[in-house]
């Protein structure tokens, strides 16, 4: 069965400064999908970024980038620039290609940014 | 955009209760999840469905069970509710079944069971 973790229960950053948060997963599956989901405080969790297996470039979306190391099983989310706004708890997924959608998450790790 | 809503943001019921918790999106999604939410524990799945009237179970089906009789809505239930299903439930629901489609999540129910 597949599993992710996240070691990091909570971190903490200066505002402006980087962050680097941390997941591993374990899988005998050659091809499947990577997500990192953000949860605010008392609002709805909203997709960060994605990385397909299959790609060899690093997702990036805005100030958000991952370092995928496939052979290492690692999926590492980098915050720069972190503004207060980013405060929150992130939670790494994984998604089989065989499986209908279902994802499997870490145990999320929460985010402090201090002004 | 998607919209996942939940009936209640909070519930307080009493041990053996049968409680109802409701999912509507309005974005003609297939497929739909339940996850109870808990510290250290991240997100488990409970069921989910991918069409109407179909059902499978999650990670963590004992104790529940789901209704899905028209495609935007989903429903969990607790059949007698207990102290252990205290937790944040988060329904999501994503487009296609078996594709790497974004979910799009819910609010959340916080669940408390005295």
């Known amino acids: 069965a597949q599993t992710v973790t996240q070691s990091q229960p909570e971190m903490s950053v200066q505002e402006a400064e980087t962050v680097t948060l941390s997941c591993t997963y374990d899988t005998s599956e050659s091809d499947y999908y990577l997500f990192w989901y953000k949860q605010p405080p008392s609002r709805q969790m909203i997709l960060v970024i994605r990385?397909?297996?299959?790609?060899?470039q690093n997702a990036t979306e805005n100030r958000f980038s991952v370092n995928f190391q496939k052979a290492a099983k690692s999926f590492s989310l980098k915050i720069s620039d972190s503004q207060l706004g980013d405060a929150a708890m992130y939670f790494c997924a994984y998604l089989g290609s065989s499986n209908t959608g279902k994802l499997i998450f870490g145990q999320g790790t929460t985010l402090q940014v201090k002004p | 955009d998607v919209k996942v809503t939940q009936s209640s943001r909070y519930l307080v019921k009493r041990t053996g209760e049968k409680v109802f918790l409701e999912c509507v999106q309005d974005m003609d999604h297939e497929n739909m999840f339940w996850y109870r939410q808990d510290p250290g524990l991240g997100l488990r799945l409970i069921y989910f469905s991918y069409d109407v009237k179909m059902k499978e179970k999650g990670d963590i089906p004992e104790g529940y069970s789901v209704s899905r009789e028209k495609k935007e809505r989903f429903s969990l239930i607790l059949e007698s509710a207990s102290t252990n299903q205290t937790s944040m439930y988060l329904c999501?629901?994503?487009?296609?079944?078996?594709?790497?489609?974004?979910?799009?999540f819910g609010p959340g129910t916080r669940l408390l069971v005295l």
């Open positions: 990385q397909e297996a299959y790609k060899q």
């Open positions: 999501a629901s994503s487009l296609y079944r078996g594709g790497p489609e974004t979910q799009y």
